[in-house]
Nanobody, 122 residues
Framework: QVQLVESGGGLVQAGGSLRLSCAASGRTFSRYAMGWFRQAPGKEREFVSR????????DYADSVKGRFTISRDNAENTVYLQMNSLKPEDTAVYYC???????????????WGQGTQVTVSS
């Protein structure tokens, strides 16, 4: 069983940066693909980024490519999302996700975090 706890959200001005962290419990963390999804008010949850078990392969939604960077530290059981050049349209609740594999749709997610709010003001 894997439990995920996000942190690092908050309020930031457009153009600013935040780093989200997702701490995972459980010995199977290093075997899991990890990812981030987000959900804005009135919208469906959408894919943001994913990383494979070793950290050697990453993937990003077109809307965040070049601005966000996903990474993981298997020794610390933590995955990160560095978010730079933030825009008001990045405002959403950001969810950490884990699974044996992750596709861009959330149906492959086996475990979810509770979410952390990111608000970008213009």
């Amino acid at each position: 069983q894997v439990q995920l706890v996000e942190s690092g959200g908050g309020l930031v001005q457009a153009g600013g940066s935040l780093r989200l962290s997702c701490a995972a419990s459980g010995r199977t963390f290093s075997r899991y693909a990890m990812g981030w999804f987000r959900q804005a008010p009135g919208k469906e949850r959408e894919f943001v980024s994913r990383i494979n078990w070793s950290g050697g392969s990453t993937d990003y939604a077109d809307s965040v490519k070049g601005r966000f960077t996903i990474s993981r530290d298997n020794a610390e059981n933590t995955v990160y999302l560095q978010m730079n050049s933030l825009k008001p349209e990045d405002t959403a609740v950001y969810y950490c996700a884990a699974g044996p594999y992750l596709l861009r749709d959330y149906t492959t997610v086996a475990h979810w975090g509770q979410g952390t709010q990111v608000t970008v003001s213009s």
